[in-house]
């Protein structure tokens, strides 16, 4: 009774209204969050891609001192095996908390954020191997549909979502994904202004898991020190995508085991309580891979003193965008907000690349752009309605 309970009360979603105002910060954030690295070199990503992770964990770390001054909700605590009367108890401890200072640490929204950060590990190697715009492509169709699927279908134990027009969604996620294929045509220009900005930021592919960073695909469309190719080139190619379409997966599945626990009853309520624990696996999962990524390096790791402020800066932006999305899960759905915001920041991203850093120029690549801005807002809106 008491798992029925808090199923039927993780299904009172905040309302449609702030569910849209974090669609909107989250894609604004998710576009926004490499601009602070644009003027620095990050090398092969890896030592980028764990600075971030510090971020991440540290505002995970911030946001669960708010939640112990501000509760978000009243959460009832299950009986203990064997008690007489199996029931929810008459006094529910105030947010699911045994006493003021306990923390809400949930494993599998751990597992969540490991999933992340392993796809965003993938991400370099997987740039090396096929290039940047096919890389972008793969991950970024396959992270959209495995969201979005898990939501429509109901997928690993999850319930499936309500639609008012299924059509219509089905719709709009068929404009997404083919608004991301004509963003991958839009090629930045490799020319320097000689003001530091027309360069592209190297390993933005690899940290634009869940928000493709289209606008700054670079001509070279592989990450320094890549290793030369070889004869094999199919077998690499081949490698490379199945490589892409993996993080796609992993991308796709990072909140999955959060609405498992909340769909079984089995966990809090409240969004908010899954995200110190869903950043915790992002930090421990991305430190895994850069302990790895030493060994691998003889411990001689390639490392960029000057890319770690605005490394942190990014993190922070992105952990504020994550945090948005959870918001907007239980606000709107999966199947509403997950083809939206892995959709949206493509636009913002192009903006900054059209406006402020000049590096998309041309007849043809402001074509390819304006085409595939007009389908994405379009893929949004047919999604939203």
């Known amino acids: 009774r008491w798992r029925r309970s808090l199923r039927a009360a993780s299904k009172m979603a905040a309302p449609a209204g702030v569910g849209y105002l974090a669609v909107a910060i989250a894609v604004l954030f998710f576009g926004s969050n490499f601009v602070p690295v644009k003027r620095y070199d990050t090398g092969d990503g890896m030592f980028f891609q764990w600075v971030m992770a510090s971020a991440i964990f ?176 199919l077998l690499r190619r081949l490698l490379g995508m199945g490589m892409a379409a993996l993080a796609g997966v992993l991308f796709g ?11 079984n009853g089995l966990g809090p309520s409240q969004p908010m309580d899954y995200v110190f624990s869903h950043f915790t696996g992002i930090y421990l999962a991305a430190t895994f891979w850069f302990i790895v990524y030493c060994i691998q390096q003889r411990s001689n790791p390639k490392v960029y003193p000057q890319a770690i402020l605005p490394a942190l800066v990014s993190g922070l932006m992105w952990a504020i965008a994550q945090t948005a999305w959870f918001v907007a899960n239980d606000a709107l759905s999966l199947a509403v907000a997950f083809p939206i915001i892995t959709s949206g920041p493509g636009i913002v991203s192009s903006l900054w690349g059209v406006f402020v850093f000049k590096e998309i120029r041309g007849t043809r690549n402001l074509g390819f752009l304006s085409l595939a801005i007009v389908l994405s807002v379009a893929g949004c809106v047919m999604i939203g309605l």
């Open 58 to 233: 540290a505002w995970g770390c911030l946001l669960q001192f708010y939640l112990f001054i501000s509760p978000q909700g009243d959460d009832h605590v299950p009986p203990s095996h064997g008690a007489a009367n199996a029931t929810i108890y008459d006094v529910p401890v105030v947010d699911g908390r045994t006493d003021p200072y306990a923390v809400k640490f949930i494993p599998y929204a751990v597992l969540g954020g490991a999933l992340w950060a392993t796809g965003n590990t993938l991400a370099v190697p997987v740039i090396n191997l096929i290039g940047l715009g096919l890389a972008l492509l793969i991950w970024g169709a396959t992270n959209m549909l495995m969201g979005w699927a898990t939501g429509v279908f109901g997928l690993f134990g999850t319930e499936k979502d309500h639609l008012e027009n299924e059509a219509l969604n089905y719709a709009g996620v068929s404009l997404a994904v083919v608004a991301l294929l004509i963003f991958t045509q839009v090629k930045p220009s490799d020319g320097d202004d000689g003001d530091g900005l027309g360069k592209p930021t190297p390993t933005n592919g690899a940290s634009t898991s869940t928000e493709p960073m289209l606008s700054q695909v670079a001509a070279s469309d592989v990450l320094p020190g890549a290793p030369p190719p070889k004869k094999n080139a």
């Open 253 to 263: 599945n990072n909140f999955t085991p959060v609405n498992y626990v909340k769909d």
